[in-house]
C-alpha cells in the first residue's frame, strides 16, 4: 500500500503546488481592494498551502510507519472488474459529446456526438449483452426501452432538454 | 408556546395535497436507494437534486420550495431506513449507517431464524430514535436561530472554523487525510470569481470555470459514481442470501415487546444521537457505531453481542435515525450541514433561490415548519412501507448488476447534466467519480471535502468581511467572547489528535480511531 499512499499524497502536493502558483499575487502589495481586506488570492492561497502541508505530513507518514504489503487491488480479477466498469463509463461520457478540436476557423469532429439517448441506448445494451450475457432480444429491448422510458420521464414529464445527436441535428431522428 | 402555533401552520403546508404527494414518492424512492448496495443516501440526495429546481419553480402543480424539500428530505428518510433490509437479510450493507446492523441484524435473521423479529426490531427502534429527535429539533430550532440572527461576520467565520474542526478532530481517519480534503473542498469552492473583488482565480483561463465548480456535479461523482465502482470491485451484487422477507403483526407485536424492555436504552441513544448528529460532519453512520458501542458497554448480556442480540439492533438505530434527522438542525438554523446527505440538501437551497441559516425563520417560516412537519409525516410514512413493503423491497436485490449499475451511472449524468445543462458538469462528475473511488480507497475521507466545498465560499466572505470590519487584524475575531470561546474549542478539538497520538506513542501502541465517518 505504501507506494500508492505515497504517489496519491504527491498528486495532492502537485495540485496544492499549482494553485500556490496561481495564487502568488497574494503577496501583491496591491491584493484587495478595501482597507484590510486580504484580496482574491490569499485564501486559495493558504488553502493550497494548507493541504500541500498536509499531505506532505500523510506521505511522511506513509514512509515511516508499517504499512500493508497488499497491493491497491486484491488481484487482476479485482482490477478489471473496475475497468469494465470505469472504460466504459467513460467512452459514454465523450460519445455523449462526441470527440473533436477546434480551431480558429473549422471545428473538426472526429467522432460526431452520439447525444444522450443513442449513447444512453449502446451503453445499456453493451452491459446487458457483456456482462448480462443476455439473450439477443432481451438486449434489444433493454437497448430500445430505457432510452424511451428516460425520454418520456425527463424530456416530456420534467421537460429537461438532453443533448441531441447528430442525426437530431441533421432531422433523422427525435433525439 | 409559539412553537405549537408555528408547528400547526408547519402541518398545514405538509399536508397540502402536493406535498403529500411527494413525500410519498420521495420516501419509495428513499427506500429503493437505501436497499441498492450500489447507491447511498447521499448520492441519492444529490443525483435527485436537479429535479427539485422544476418542483420549487412550480412544474408540479402547487409546488414550490416546500415541496422540493420535503422531496429530498424524504428521500433521505427512506435511505435512512431501507438501508438495513440488505443488512439483515442478505448480509449486504445498502448504506453505510447499516454496516453496524451486520453484527447482530444477519445473525438474528440466519442464525436465530427470526429475519421479522430482525426487521420489526429496527424499524420500531429508527421510528422512536427519530421521533425522539424530530421533538428536539421543533423545540431546539427557533432559539438557536434567534441567537444565531445575533452573529456577526467573526462569530459566522468562527462557527465554520468550529465545523471544520470537529471533522478533524471527531474523524476515523487520520486527522492530516482529513486536513488535505477540507483544504481541497476550500480551493475548489474558490475556483471563478472572487465575489469581493470580482477578479478571476484558478480558472487557468477556462470560461468555462469563471462561475466555479459546482457543488452537485462533483457530489454525484464523488459519492454516486464513486460508490458503484466501489461496489463494481467487490464483485456487485453476486450471490444473495435467501431469507423470507416476509413481516407480520406478530413480528411487530414482539418487537414493541422487546422496545419496551429497552426503552431506556433506545430513548438515551436517540438523545445521544441527536445531539452528536447536530455536530458538523457526522451525521449518521458516526452515530450508528457509537450506538453499537454504547448498547454493548451498558448491557447485562455482553456476551450475546454478535450473535443475534435486539439490543444490538435498535440501539444503533435509534442513534443513526436520531442523528439523520439532527443534521438538518445547522443546516436549517446556521446554515451548516451535519452530515454529507445535509451539505446536498443545502446546496438545493441555496439553487432554489434561498439563504440557509437563522434568516430563513424570519422570510420563509412557511418553509421550515413545514418542512420539521414534514418530519413527523415522513418517518411515520416511512415506518408504515417499511412495514407494508418489505419483501416487494427485498426483491430489488435481484435486479441484475448488468442493468442497475449502468442505470445509476445514467441517472447521475442526467442529474448532473440537467442543473446548468452542462457537458462540462458530466465530465466533472465522471473525473470526481474516479477520485472519489481512489480517495476511498486510499482511507481519505469524503465528508470533510463536501462539508469545505459547500461552506467554502461563506467561509471566505466571512472571514474577509470580518478582516475588514477589523481594518485587517486578526484580533478583530477575538472582540467577541462567544467567537472567542468557538476559536477556542476549534483549537482544542484540532489537538485531540494530536494529544492522541502522543499519549499512543508513550505507550508504544498505534493512536485508536475515535468513530467511524461516513
Redesign the interface.
Known sequence: MRP??VA??AA?VM??AV?MF??RAAFSPSA??????????W??FW??A??GV??V??AY?ALTTPQGTEG??EGAR?LF??L???V???V??LL??GVGFRTTDFTYSIVPPFG?YLA?AL??G???W?????KIWWVAA?TIA?PIV?FAV?EIG??????KSFLYTSGLLPF | MEVFGQLAGGFAVALHPINVAMLFVAVVLGLVIGVLPGLGGTSGVAILL??TV?IAHG?LPGSDATTAIIFLAGIYWGALFGGVITSILFNIPGEPWAVVLLFDGFPLAKRLGKPGLALASSFVSSFLGALVSTILFTFFALPIALKALEFGPAELFAVFVLSFATLIGLGAE?P??S??ML??G??LA?VGF?T??G?Q??N?GQISLLSGISFVPVTIGLFG?GE??AS??E?GIGFVENISAKLGLRDVFEAVRELRKRLRLVLSNAIIGFFFGVLPGHGATAASFLGYGLARQYSKNKENFGKGEISGIMGPQAAADSAGVASLVPMITLGIPGSPTSAVIMAGLFIWGLQPGPVLFIQHPDFVWGLIASIYLGHLLTFILCLLAVPLLAMIMRV????I???I??IS??GS??LN?S?LD??IT?IF??IG???R??K?PLAPLVVALVLGDST?RE??KA???????PLYFFNSGLSTVLILLAVVLVAIPLIRTIRARRRGAAPPAAVAHP
Open positions: 500508492y499512499q496519491t499524497a495532492i495540485i496544492a494553485a496561481d495564487s484587495g481592494t478595501q482597507v484590510g481586506d486580504v484580496g482574491a488570492r485564501y486559495p488553502a493550497a494548507i493541504m498536509a499531505s505530513v500523510v507518514r491497491a487491488f479485482s472488474a473496475v469494465k466498469l470505469a466504459p463509463m467513460l459514454y461520457a455523449i459529446a444522450f444512453t451503453y445499456m453493451l452491459f446487458a457483456w456482462l448480462g450475457r443476455y433493454i430505457f428516460i425527463f420534467f421537460r429537461v432538454s438532453l443533448p | 436537479p429535479i422544476f412544474s487520520a492530516m487525510k486536513l488535505a483544504a481541497l476550500l480551493l474558490a472572487d469581493i473583488t477578479e482565480r484558478l487557468f459514481i458503484i465502482l463494481a470491485e464483485q441484475p448488476y448488468a442493468i449499475t449502468p442505470f451511472v445514467v449524468i442526467i447534466y440537467s445543462n457537458m458530466v465530465f465522471v467519480g474516479l473511488y481512489w480517495l480507497k486510499m481519505y471566505e472571514l474577509r478582516l475588514i470590519a477589523g481594518h485587517g487584524s
